[in-house]
C-alpha cells in the first residue's frame, strides 16, 4: 500500500481531486448509511442542503489528496501551494512567547494544513507538537508515520507523558494543532451542546490554554482551485477562557459554539459523514 500511495503521490494534484470529485459521489451512491449521517448533520444544523451538496465531492477530493499529502517528494513542499489570511495572528502569538495553538475542525484539508504551517513556521520556534494514537492497522500506521516524518512535526503518545510533553512545549513557545471535533476517548470530554443535541466534547484543548497561557486560533485550510489552498487563521478568545468559575461544560460549550459558527459559514468543505455524536470508546 505504501508503494501505491508513493505512485499515486506523482500523479498530478488536481488530477487526483478531479478523481476525488467521482469518488465522493460513488460514495454517496452506494452507501445509504453515510447518505443518512450526511443528511442527519445538516438537518440538525440547519444548513440549507443546497450549500453543503458540496461537500459530498470535498469529501472525495479529500480522500483523493491523501497520497500526494503523505507519500510526495520531500522537495515538493506543501507550503508552496498555499495564501495566508490572517498569518498576523500566528506570529503575534509566538511573539507573545507562550506558544500557539491551532483549533482546525473536520472542514476543508486539515491534514494540508498541518503541514504547511510546519513547513512554514517550524524550526524558529521549535517542533511542532502533536498527539499521535497509532492507527490499529499496520498498513495505515506505516503511511501516517510516513507522513509526519516531513521535519518540524514531533509526534507524543495521547496518554499523561505525552501531554506533559505538549505542555512543555507550548510554555517553551511552541506550537501545537488540535482537530476540536473529533470525539475523544471516555474520560478526556464531557458532554456539550453541538448541533442543539448532546455530544461529546474534548476538554484538552481549553485545559492546555489554562495551564499555559497559549494563543488559540481557529483555523482552517480552504481547498481552492488549481490544487491550491487558502489557510485562514482568527484568534479564538471566549470570555469562558479567562474565566477561573468557568465550567469544563461551559467551555467546550464555547467550542462548540465556534465550529459551528465556522462550519455553516462554509458548509461546502465540511465532513458532514463524520459521526460527531457517537458514544465515546474506551481510552487508554
Request: with cysteine; charged share 20%.
Amino acid at each position: 500500500m505504501t508503494l501505491l500511495f508513493k505512485l499515486l503521490a506523482r500523479v498530478p494534484l488536481v488530477w487526483m481531486q478531479a478523481l476525488g470529485v467521482l469518488l465522493g459521489w460513488v460514495t454517496w451512491a452506494t452507501s445509504s448509511s453515510y447518505r443518512r449521517q450526511f443528511r442527519q448533520q445538516v438537518d440538525r444544523a440547519g444548513v440549507d442542503p443546497s450549500r453543503a451538496r458540496a461537500a459530498i465531492a470535498a469529501a472525495g477530493r479529500m480522500l483523493a489528496e491523501l497520497p500526494w499529502v503523505w507519500a510526495r517528494p520531500m522537495d515538493q513542499k506543501v507550503s508552496d501551494r498555499i495564501d495566508w489570511v490572517g498569518e498576523e495572528h500566528l506570529l503575534a502569538g509566538f511573539r507573545a512567547g507562550r506558544g500557539v495553538i491551532i483549533m482546525s475542525p473536520h472542514l476543508g484539508s486539515w491534514e494540508i494544513g498541518a503541514q504547511a504551517l510546519a513547513e512554514r513556521h517550524g524550526g524558529q520556534n521549535g517542533d511542532w507538537v502533536v498527539l499521535y494514537r497509532p492507527a490499529r492497522k499496520a498498513w495505515l500506521r506505516e503511511l501516517v508515520e510516513l507522513s509526519r516524518q516531513r521535519g518540524h512535526v514531533r509526534a507524543v503518545p495521547t496518554n499523561l507523558t505525552g501531554v506533559r510533553s505538549l505542555v512543555r512545549a507550548l510554555r517553551a513557545g511552541a506550537g501545537t494543532a488540535i482537530l476540536p471535533d473529533q470525539v475523544p476517548p471516555l474520560g478526556q470530554g464531557v458532554w456539550a451542546p453541538f448541533w442543539g443535541q448532546p455530544a461529546y466534547t474534548m476538554t484538552l484543548l481549553p485545559r492546555l490554554v489554562q495551564q499555559t497561557g497559549a494563543s488559540v486560533l481557529l483555523t482552517w485550510c480552504e481547498r481552492c482551485p488549481g490544487g491550491r489552498f487558502r489557510m485562514h487563521l482568527r484568534p479564538w478568545n471566549p470570555p469562558e477562557l479567562g474565566d477561573p468559575e468557568a465550567t469544563s461544560e461551559q467551555l467546550a460549550s464555547a467550542m462548540n459554539q465556534a465550529i459551528e459558527s465556522l462550519v455553516r459559514a462554509h458548509p461546502d468543505q465540511y465532513l458532514w459523514g463524520y459521526e460527531r455524536h457517537k458514544q465515546p470508546r474506551e481510552g487508554d
